[in-house]
């Protein structure tokens, strides 16, 4: 560790905090006035750096080079655009969890068709013409193009200030930040106001893509990457501020920078390796922030709503017809591997669904009934699977004991984060619970004497008398059925009653005299509970576990179950989760392009059933059952 280490550190962080921001940017302006959460716009930053790679080859690493960025960054802002007519502009009167399920089929569209232009391999641009040399800066070599981009970074906010504050676009911008309704009125098309900011939205990451060209080569793994970091720069920054998003970049990436510049320290004789923090750091700055300042570094804390948004039916207990297909379905699920015989992998994918419906439910219990969304479930599904398998390997629990006590370890990280977590609303709530999935992540990813690290941990086997597929199968089915079961039968008690209330106004509900937040992180404890259920149940159907469990991956996986069902009926994360996994196993196994296929499927269901495919069937039959019976009241109340 030396003082001129620690500057040309700093001043990588800078650097990065400039491409970052750029991204944050965009993902700030689109969801400030669309409301849209953005899950394509890392895949927009990942088109902007192949687009660039391809235009300089063809116009030349000379002369051609800076235009080839420019007109990368109009590219991707004009695909921005394309997207926004043809698909989003035909789902913005879905609720807006249904916006986010197309945007992540988006990023399923784009990462495979990039795949199919550019091939597998990674691309590394040329250097920057005029900048491809290093200045010396206290006897270290420091790269031009880095300077370049801490001075870019500045002017593209400046840029961006002057564009929102004194032109008539910008105050519309503002003004639709603030009141999207009020503007309508006023005659403003909305519609193109909002094609033109998801255009400059996108324009700013492909931009911020381009940029990265000499320092990075272009992968596939971009998008995902950079939508995270962005998302943690937004939120800490402040939902709207673009100011905060700039500052939240620049602590972040300067945190990173020091991180890095400390490596392995001896504290106390202990050695800590803050290099390794590298990973989570964006996160742990998200956490405290959040806990500290829930509505961001620079954001306007959020005013309680009066009234709920969105009215939505009351739960219903279930009829004696649907008691009945019930009946008949659960008979069928238990003569399945019987009906299946000469099929073994029918029971193994019979498995994978139960375990995925199980997981959907625990996530729809808290998204649903609770109202809070939460994109990071996967914890506890992780917490629950290393918990069975920990308890197996290293203290040599019975199979069937550890299959009990690993949903109690996803409940203590459910009580613990949902204390925290229960304190914020909204997109802050949501990003917070992110941020504990990944810091999760992190140490089962690095605690490699305990968990095993990036390798995971192997030979997480059932019991002798659950060996035969056909016996595990059976115990999932219960362990599925009963805890699905449970969950509805708590809707049904007094907590789930006080728990939707507190969902549909919670000032009502206070005044009434119900402790919201303490029926929330209960709400939290039960959901971590049965997903850690269903997290043991994973691991010992696949024998062993990896650090992939807790992944965004997973938690998308989850979010994307609920939505695709529905998530107005109970019925709607068991048959997301059915034709999910169902989906995805199907067509991973017939093409190699699996993900666009998938993610054009997800686009059409959610284009022709924005209320789930559970919600879209329940309103079908609720409408052909009851419509003699909504005359009659109607009627009734005309009398009145």
Request: net charge positive; aromatic share 10%; hydrophobic share 55%.
């Amino acid at each position: 560790m030396s003082l001129s280490g620690l500057i040309v550190q700093l001043l990588n962080g800078l650097a990065g905090a400039s491409s970052l921001f750029l991204v944050a940017a965009g993902l700030s302006l689109i969801f400030g006035v669309t409301r849209i959460v953005n899950f394509a716009h890392g895949s927009f930053f990942m088109l902007g750096i192949y687009i660039a790679y391809t235009l300089v080859e063809r116009l030349g690493a000379g002369l051609g080079f800076w235009p080839a960025l420019a007109l990368a960054a109009l590219a991707v802002g004009v695909v921005g655009a394309v997207v926004e007519v043809v698909l989003l502009r035909r789902i913005y009167h879905a609720p807006e969890l249904f916006q986010l399920l197309a945007t992540f089929a988006l990023v399923l569209v784009i990462k495979d068709g990039v795949l199919w232009l550019w091939g597998p391999g990674e691309l590394m641009g040329p250097r920057a013409p005029g900048l491809s040399g290093a200045v010396n800066i206290l006897g270290r070599e420091f790269p031009s193009y880095d300077l370049f981009l801490i001075v870019f970074g500045p002017l593209v906010l400046g840029g961006i200030w002057l564009l929102l504050t004194r032109t008539r676009f910008g105050t519309l911008v503002r003004a639709a930040t603030q009141d999207r309704e009020m503007i309508s009125a006023l005659g403003v098309n909305q519609a193109w106001l909002f094609t033109a900011v998801f255009a400059l939205g996108t324009l700013l990451a492909g931009l911020g893509g381009a940029l990265q060209l000499p320092r990075e080569p272009a992968a596939l793994d971009l998008d995902l990457n950079t939508l995270a970091s962005a998302f943690v720069v937004v939120v800490v920054g402040g939902l709207g501020s673009i100011p905060g998003a700039y500052v939240a970049a620049l602590l972040i990436a300067e945190i990173k920078a020091l991180c890095i510049w400390l490596g392995v320290v001896q504290i106390l004789g202990v050695s800590i390796s803050f290099s390794k923090l590298t990973l989570v750091t964006d996160f742990l700055v998200m956490a405290i922030v959040l806990v500290a300042r829930p509505w961001g570094l620079m954001g306007r804390p959020q005013t309680p709503n009066r009234y709920v948004g969105t009215q939505e039916e009351p739960l219903r207990r279930a009829g004696k017809t649907y008691l009945l297909a019930a009946a008949v379905f659960g008979l069928v699920l238990v003569a399945v591997p019987l009906l299946t015989a000469g099929s073994p992998y029918v029971t193994v994918l019979m498995v994978d669904m139960l375990i995925a419906a199980l997981f959907a439910t625990s996530l729809h219990f808290i998204m649903g009934p609770a109202g809070m969304h939460s994109f990071g479930h996967a914890a506890y599904f992780g917490l629950g699977a290393y918990g069975a398998a920990v308890l197996v390997r290293t203290s040599g629990m019975p199979m069937e004991l550890a299959l009990v006590v690993a949903p109690l370890v996803a409940a203590l990280g459910a009580f613990v984060y949902g204390w925290f977590t229960v304190r914020l609303s909204g997109v802050y709530l949501a990003m917070l619970t992110l941020a504990f999935a990944q810091i999760t992540w992190a140490i089962v990813y690095q605690w490699d004497s305990f968990t095993g690290g990036s390798n995971g941990m192997v030979g997480v086997w059932p019991s002798q008398w659950l060996s035969n597929p056909h016996a595990y199968y059976w115990l999932t089915l219960a362990f599925a059925a009963a805890g699905i079961l449970w969950l509805r039968r708590v809707l049904f008690s007094p907590f789930g009653y006080t728990l939707r209330a507190g969902r549909d106004s919670m000032l009502r509900a206070d005044a009434i005299g119900i402790n919201v937040k303490r029926m929330q992180w209960l709400a939290f404890v039960i959901a971590g509970t049965v997903a850690g259920l269903a997290g043991a149940l994973y691991a010992f159907s696949k024998g062993s576990i990896s650090p992939e469990s807790l992944s965004i991956d997973k938690s998308v996986d989850g979010l994307v179950m609920v939505l695709l069902g529905g998530i107005q009926t109970l019925a709607g994360p068991v048959v997301g989760a059915a034709v999910f996994t169902w989906l995805h196993d199907t067509v991973s196994r017939n093409t190699d392009y699996w993900r666009a296929v998938l993610g054009t499927i997800i686009i059409v269901l959610v284009l022709l059933f924005p209320q789930g495919i559970a919600g879209f069937t329940k309103k079908l039959f609720d409408r052909r059952r009851g419509g003699g019976d909504e005359d009659l009241a109607d009627a009734k109340r005309g009398q009145r």
